[in-house]
């Protein structure tokens, strides 16, 4: 069955390809003699970036890391029966948290980011105990 929280699911599994695809950006259009992204050697190439591309790097590799206890405490809620409105509200919370923290990783903003950061930690701790 497909449910709000299942699609946050998919939507989380997507956002470190999207942080992926905006640390590659400033890279596009350039060949990599010139400094341009490097489809040949990409973890080198991201590795040496630095600003706004290495902020979304690293988002994309917290991305990741937020996956799994997400995931867990939406299969765990689900399997557990937990009222159904309640488990897509948190998705829908840590989805959000992770979009805002996306924005501020990026842009610099890393007061807010880490005070976000720990609002998606919340949403998915919540959702083993509810």
């Not at 867990?72 to 829908?92: E, F, P, S, W, Y």
């Not at 919370?93 to 919340?122: E, K, M, N, P, T």
Request: hydrophobic share 55%; charged share 10%; glycine share 6%.
């Amino acid at each position: 069955m497909t449910t709000l929280a299942n699609l946050c699911i998919l939507t989380a599994c997507a956002l470190p390809i999207v942080c992926a695809g905006l640390a590659k950006s400033s890279g596009w259009g350039r060949r990599p003699k010139d400094g341009g992204y490097n489809n040949r050697d990409p973890r080198a190439w991201l590795a040496a970036q630095t600003g706004r591309a290495a902020r979304a790097n690293a988002a994309q590799a917290n991305s990741f890391e937020a996956l799994p206890l997400f995931i867990a405490g939406v299969l765990i809620a689900q399997q557990a029966h937990v009222n159904q409105a309640t488990v897509d509200a948190l998705a829908l919370g840590f989805i959000a948290a992770r979009l805002v923290y996306i924005v501020c990783y990026i842009a610099d903003q890393h007061y807010a980011r880490s005070a976000i950061w720990a609002v998606g930690v919340a949403c998915s701790v919540a959702l083993f105990f509810v």
